[in-house]
Every structure is written in C-alpha cells, then in structure tokens.
C-alpha cells in the first residue's frame, strides 16, 4: 500500500457512517442488509458507502451469489497503525527531550537557590527591620 492508499483510508474514515461501519466490521463479517439495519438509508447509500471503503481497502466483498458478508481488511489498518505509530514515537522523543531539558533547568534553578540561599532573607542581609 502506497502514500496514495493512506489518504484514500483516511478520507474514507472521515465519514461517521463509514467509521460506525469499520467499528461493527471488527467484531465480525456482515451482509449489507445486517450493515444497513441501524442506517436510516437506502441500500444504495449503504453500498455507496462500502464502494468507498472497498476502494480504500478496508473492506472486501468476494465474488458470488447474494447475500455477500463484508469482510474488514486489516492490511489497512496496518498501514493506519504503522503512520500512526511513527509520528507517536517521534512525538514522545520530542516529549522526552523537553522533559529532561526542564528537568535540567529546575535543578539548576535549585542549586542556585540553596547556593544563594542567605541573600534571599531580609535578616541576613541586614535589614533593620528584621522581617
């Protein structure tokens, strides 16, 4: 699967219905009628949606007779997951990175706090008040 194929998943998946589709697809293949029943819509919208997830590669019917289960296609989850994944993992390193910076700077910040502790009360540096 190609770059070309991940945008075809993505916009594929942009649409609710075609969403609520791939989610009740990974609990089991499924005719279009049982596809259909919670859709307030023809079955010409139905099989205009799956003409849509088919060509992303989401889902396959084979060849044959009616009724036809609709099949989830993992290969493209696959793909969705290994994009997802990559771009996860260069967030987290940016993440990490920043986490030891801050780190870096708050012990810095402490050091220079105890390091300079008895100028920072008034008593110690000869106020005549005291406070």
Known sequence: MTADTLSQVFA??????????VARLS???ATV????????MSLQAVYK???VLEAAGLV????????RPVRL???ALDLMDTWIERHRARVEQRYR?????LTQMNGDEDEQDHGNDHRSRPEAAGHPDGS
């Open 12 to 21: 594929a998946l942009a649409d609710p219905t075609r969403r609520d589709m």
């Open 27 to 29: 609990d089991g293949d």
């Open 33 to 40: 009628g049982q596809l259909a029943e919670p859709y307030q």
């Open 49 to 51: 949606h799956l003409r």
């Open 60 to 67: 396959s019917r084979p060849r044959g007779p009616q009724p």
């Open 73 to 75: 296609e993992v290969e």
């Open 97 to 101: 990175r920043l986490d030891a910076v």
